[in-house]
């Protein structure tokens, strides 16, 4: 069973870039998970999609976040990675990975605290 886990820092500080790792288990990045999407959910907010990888490389990105985000794979990890850049406390959320058929392999997520 195709399983994700989100890792990395519980706390940045405003204007440092956050670094987030997807690990995909039970399965290969490439072949069961389609595409990596990250997806966040501020306190008391809604689900935000941020950008996604797919499996040939080519990347998408929310046009609200694209000036700071970037997405990787390294499939030879099973693993992709989400790099925010200049972070301020608007962007404390649990940030979720997710991808598969219909998304339906999710992370359990990841809280992410922005603050000095």
């Known amino acids: 069973q195709v399983q994700l886990q989100e890792s990395g820092p519980g706390l940045v500080k405003p204007s440092q870039a956050l670094s987030l790792t997807c690990t995909v288990s039970?399965?290969?990045?490439?072949?069961?998970?389609?595409?990596c999407n990250w997806i966040r959910q501020p306190p008391g907010k809604g689900l935000e999609w941020m950008g996604a990888?797919?499996?040939?490389?080519?990347?998408y990105y929310s046009p609200s976040l694209k000036s700071r985000t970037s997405i990787s794979t390294d499939t030879s990890k099973n693993q992709c990675t989400l790099q925010l850049s200049s972070v301020t406390p608007e962007d404390t959320a649990v940030y979720y990975c997710a991808g598969g058929t219909g998304w339906g392999y999710w992370g359990q997520g990841t809280q992410v605290t922005v603050s000095s």
């Open positions: 039970g399965g290969s990045i490439t072949t069961n998970m389609g595409y």
């Open positions: 990888i797919a499996s040939s490389g080519s990347t």
